[in-house]
């Protein structure tokens, strides 16, 4: 069974331009969360998507959104990057949201903003 | 938001010692879940916690979570060297909203 799949593994962009990262759920699962990971805030959550609708949204900014196809895939969006972008970008999928259920994480995909 | 405090934040220990840590919150879990990460790699699941009381192993790690629901400690025995990394504690807030809640991680160092 193939895990939680994220693309690109890497990715250098410049000040002000926008980035779009995918990931590809666990078979059978429906819930995508976002997460981005930084030395200095570690693990904090961006957003959760199941049924291709957005269920929850953490603190960021709308610079920051994302979306979920039929087919459960996800893609997070950033608009106008900025430096403090620079990141691990998680993704994980579940079963179903809900506090009884587990999360299966992607290697994630390393943005480094210039 | 909710926080996690999680300790210790590194550890350096021998090989074969047994290794502890913990995390706490002001605020009441509904699950409590421990990750370990290596280098280059995403959070991967060790155990997962549902009930309160809950005692659980997978290995040589053991975990429990927290009669008051506010914490949840993670034991590692006779720690080998493929035992380095991060390890994170995460919760699921009582009201099931805003996605896990991480602890800022511990990170495991072993001396052969």
């Known amino acids: 069974k193939a895990g939680v799949t994220q693309t690109p593994r890497y990715l250098i962009k410049t000040r002000g331009q926008q980035v779009t990262l995918s990931c590809s759920p666990i078979?059978?699962?429906?819930?995508v969360s976002w997460y981005q990971q930084t030395p200095g805030q570690g693990l904090q959550f961006l957003f959760e998507y199941f049924s291709e609708t957005q269920r929850n949204k953490g603190n960021f900014p709308g610079r920051f959104s994302g979306r979920q196809f039929s087919n459960s895939r996800s893609e997070m969006n950033v608009s106008t990057l900025e430096l403090g972008d620079s990141a691990l970008y998680l993704c994980a999928s579940s079963l179903v949201p809900g506090m009884n259920t587990e999360a299966f994480f992607g290697q994630g995909t390393r943005l480094t903003v210039v | 938001g909710q926080q996690l405090n999680q300790s210790p934040q590194s550890m350096f220990i021998q090989e074969g010692e047994d290794v502890s840590m913990n995390c706490t919150s002001s605020s009441i879990f509904n699950t409590w879940l421990w990750y370990k990460q290596e280098p280059g790699e995403g959070p991967v699941l060790l155990i997962a916690?549902?009930?309160?009381?809950e005692l659980t192993s997978n290995g040589r790690l053991t975990a429990q979570f927290g009669i008051t629901r506010k914490d949840s400690f993670l034991n590692i025995s006779a720690s080998i060297p493929s035992d380095v990394g991060i390890y994170f504690c995460a919760g699921v807030p009582g009201g099931g909203a805003d996605g896990l809640t991480f602890g800022k991680g511990t990170h495991l160092i072993i001396q052969p």
């Open positions: 078979s059978g699962h429906r819930s």
């Open positions: 916690l549902y009930k309160a009381g």
